[in-house]
């Protein structure tokens, strides 16, 4: 439970299968090749899980320890390491949200609330969004409309512009991506980037694709 998935609950072997299955990004398909042997190597140093994975190469000269010690590929290294800290993404600003007042921003920054990750554990529940409001005078409306963008931007894929266009479409929260058809989802997502402007380009099925399974991967610990 959290912001973000808890690497301590997947373990080597789970996220072995996880990879073999995933839909990866080009440049992170090398991690499919002789994934076996290189798990295996992995695991032979000891580590259980990716929370201690990421410990033991989070420099660049421990990873390059890590892989004359154990015979692990330094380039698989370096990209398994990239694709595990990709489920930790950066918040997103709360300023950066399309159509959030400034006076809004910046009550919520006196009190220390400057991002998604700094915002979530306030506004989990409609009990702590509302005592959020009254400490603030920040109307629930907007805290209400803060959380949504908030539990969006735990997605792997979303950023600050996406949580909107999302929002725009009907699809307000984690769990609703996660439910959701991926053609359903790509064609409501570009009918409003069109219907607004807002890109000159489409965002591709594959993208959709890996925007839902990743938000499978999150707990659904936000209460509307």
């Not at 769990?175 to 053609?183: E, G, K, L, M, W």
């Amino acid at each position: 439970m959290g912001y973000y998935i808890n690497l301590q609950n997947i373990d080597l072997n789970k996220y072995m299968t996880i990879l073999k299955s995933a839909d990866l990004l080009p440049s992170r398909l090398v991690l499919k090749h002789d994934i076996d042997k290189h798990f295996e190597r992995i695991k032979s140093s000891g580590v259980v899980n990716l929370e201690e994975y990421l410990e033991r190469t989070k420099t660049k000269r421990k990873l390059q320890d890590f892989s004359k010690q154990y015979e692990v590929d330094e380039n698989y290294l370096t990209i398994l390491t990239r694709e595990i800290k990709s489920y930790l993404k950066p918040p997103c600003k709360l300023k950066d949200f399309p159509g959030i007042p400034a006076k809004i921003v910046l009550t919520l920054k006196e009190k220390g609330l400057n991002n998604t990750l700094q915002f979530f554990e306030y506004s989990l529940t409609p009990a702590k969004r509302k005592k959020l409001s009254m400490e603030t005078g920040v109307s629930e409306e907007w805290i209400l409309k803060l959380a949504r963008f908030t539990d969006l931007c735990r997605i792997r894929w979303v950023n600050h512009t996406f949580a909107f266009i999302l929002i725009g479409t009907g699809y307000d929260s984690a769990q609703n991506i996660a439910s959701t058809n991926v053609s359903e989802l790509h064609e409501k997502v570009n009918r409003f980037i069109e219907e607004n402007g807002l890109f000159k380009v489409r965002i591709g099925l594959h993208d959709i694709k890996l925007c839902i399974e990743a938000a499978k991967n999150l707990s659904f610990d936000m209460i509307f």
